[in-house]
Nanobody, 124 residues
Framework: QVQLVESGGGLVQIGGSLRLSCAAS????????VGWFRQAPGKEREFVAR????????VYGNSVEGRFTVSRDNAKNTVYLQMNTLNPEDTAVYYC?????????????????WGQGTQVTVSS
C-alpha cells in the first residue's frame, strides 16, 4: 500500500520558517518525481514546487520562488519543503504528491499518489 505522509505544519508568525516533510512508503521512491501543492479555503490548488527523481532539478511557483526550497533524501524516502519568510498568504493545507513522469512542469493534477496534507497557518 502506497502512502505519502506530510508533517511539519503548524502555526508560525510572519517572517518565520517551517520545514515540511513528505515521507513515502510502499513505492520505489527514487523512481518518482515529487511535487508540493497548497490549497487555501475557497481557492484552487496551487503549485508550490517540484523536484526531480535524483533531486538535481527543481521548479517553483512564482509566489514562493526565492523563499521556499525543496529537497529530497531518497535513502530516507523523504522530500522536504523548507519555507522561509512566511506571510499570511502562505496559509493553506500543503500536500505532497508523487509522479512517475520525469517532466518538470508546474501542473497541479495528474499525479499518481497524494498525501493527506498538513496545515500551515501564518499569523500576524
Amino acid at each position: 500500500q502506497v502512502q505519502l505522509v506530510e508533517s511539519g505544519g503548524g502555526l508560525v508568525q510572519i517572517g518565520g520558517s517551517l520545514r515540511l516533510s513528505c515521507a513515502a512508503s510502499g513505492l520505489p521512491f527514487g523512481g518518482f518525481t515529487v511535487g508540493w501543492f497548497r490549497q487555501a479555503p475557497g481557492k484552487e490548488r496551487e503549485f508550490v514546487a517540484r523536484i526531480s527523481r535524483s533531486g538535481a532539478s527543481s521548479v517553483y511557483g512564482n509566489s514562493v520562488e526565492g523563499r521556499f526550497t525543496v529537497s529530497r533524501d531518497n535513502a530516507k524516502n523523504t522530500v522536504y519543503l523548507q519555507m522561509n519568510t512566511l506571510n499570511p498568504e502562505d496559509t493553506a493545507v500543503y500536500y505532497c504528491a508523487a509522479d512517475r513522469s520525469t517532466s518538470m512542469t508546474k501542473r497541479t493534477s495528474g499525479y499518481d499518489y497524494w498525501g493527506q496534507g498538513t496545515q500551515v497557518t501564518v499569523s500576524s
